[in-house]
């Protein structure tokens, strides 16, 4: 019903930047909450970011001040900024999207909850 698709990542130099985005496609209706995971395979997986359906964001420590987020509802794509990378950033990235879907049924439309996951990107960050 509802794919996400991940992009942007690559490989980047110490003090580079990236931008990823996780566009939206198939049934979704809405976008409300976003957040973004990254995982190494000696690392459990880790939120680094998030926003609120109202907007707020939060962020991991370890990337405070160097990404942010936002959201573009009309192409329901979310995007995560990353600046100032460094090596410890080198990681498989995963967006998780929380949203509505809206089906027909008969003669009603029908909202649904729920929540998908992209399929990853790699980021690596290395002179």
């Known amino acids: 019903q509802v794919q996400l698709v991940e992009s942007g990542g690559g490989l980047v130099e110490p003090g580079g930047s990236l931008r990823l985005s996780c566009a939206a496609s198939?049934?979704?209706?809405?976008?409300?909450?976003v957040e973004w995971y990254r995982q190494t395979p000696d690392k459990q997986r880790e939120l680094v970011a998030s926003?609120?359906?109202?907007?707020?964001?939060n962020f991991a420590d370890s990337v405070k001040g160097r990404f942010s987020l936002s959201r573009d509802s009309a192409k329901m794509t979310a995007y995560l900024q990353m600046n100032s990378l460094q090596p410890e950033d080198t990681a498989v990235y995963y967006c998780?999207?929380?949203?509505?879907?809206?089906?027909?049924?008969?003669?009603?439309?029908?909202?649904?909850?729920?929540?998908?996951w992209g399929q990853g990107t790699q980021v690596t960050v290395s002179s």
């Open positions: 998780h999207v929380e949203g509505s879907t809206r089906r027909t049924e008969t003669d009603r439309y029908v909202y649904e909850s729920g929540d998908y």
């Open positions: 198939g049934s979704i209706f809405t976008i409300d909450a």
């Open positions: 926003i609120t359906s109202g907007g707020v964001t």
